[in-house]
């Protein structure tokens, strides 16, 4: 058990550029979730996977947010045109079968967003 | 909707004694599941401890125990012989049963500092 990892750990970026993060759940784990975590403010559910299906998006996934989870595996978060409003801490957690409520999560590093 | 509140920004304790954190929560179901996160400085997020709703029995894990109130919605975390290890952003969490898989509400932590 590597833990999960997410990469990059710091990225910082100019307005409406894009930007894309990486997650890597530990292996045998099939539910992926993304959160951000701004000052001051406990995580927001942002979308889940179970295996290579995204089940739930929240309102706060705006369209200029995307996720995808190809083979079930790893997991890309891009943001285009990226805005101020959108420099937080994005974090990757996992669970095995059995939900977030059976199942600790297993949450990464987080990759944190600085937007100029 | 369902909210959390944690109304303790932040809480210092000396190595040794005890220290409790407040939770509260809001919601109109009555099968959920309550968690307590730990998030050490630069560190990942990792599950302290976590309480069936349905159960009256609070739950324990070594030196953190719940005080679990249904009737009052309050779900505090009491921390016995503070560890400086213990140091951390500490963060109620809370999800309904059958409902979303990913959706944990945060509340927005509480920072605690343990003192040598």
């Known amino acids: 058990d590597t833990g999960v990892s997410q990469d990059p750990r710091h990225k910082i970026t100019k307005r409406g550029q894009n930007v894309t993060f990486r997650c890597d759940p530990i292996s045998e784990h099939n539910r992926l979730y993304w959160y951000r975590q701004t000052l001051g403010q406990g995580p927001e559910f942002l979308t889940y996977?179970?295996?290579?299906?995204?089940?739930?998006k929240s309102r706060l996934l705006s369209d200029r947010f995307s996720a995808e989870r190809p083979k079930g595996s790893f997991s890309t978060l891009e943001i285009q045109r990226t805005e101020q409003g959108d420099s937080a801490m994005y974090l990757c957690?996992?669970?095995?079968?059995?939900?977030?409520?059976?199942?600790?999560?297993?949450f990464g590093n987080g990759t944190r967003l600085t937007v100029t | 909707a369902q909210t959390v509140t944690q109304s303790q920004p932040e809480m210092s304790v000396q190595e040794a004694e005890t220290v409790t954190l407040s939770c509260t929560y809001d919601?109109?179901?009555?099968?959920?599941?309550l968690f307590w996160y730990k998030q050490p400085p630069s560190r990942q997020m990792i599950l302290v401890i976590r309480q069936e709703a349905y159960k009256q029995q609070n739950a324990t894990e070594n030196r953190f125990s719940v005080n679990f109130q249904k009737a009052a919605k309050s779900f505090s975390l009491k921390i016995s012989d503070s560890q400086l290890g213990d140091t951390a952003m500490y963060f109620c969490a809370f999800i309904l049963s059958g409902g979303s898989q990913g959706n944990l509400i945060f509340g927005k932590g509480t920072k605690l500092s343990v003192k040598p």
């Open positions: 919601t109109s179901e009555n099968n959920y599941y």
């Open positions: 957690a996992s669970s095995p079968r059995g939900g977030s409520y059976n199942s600790p999560l297993h």
């Open positions: 996977f179970q295996n290579e299906a995204q089940l739930e």
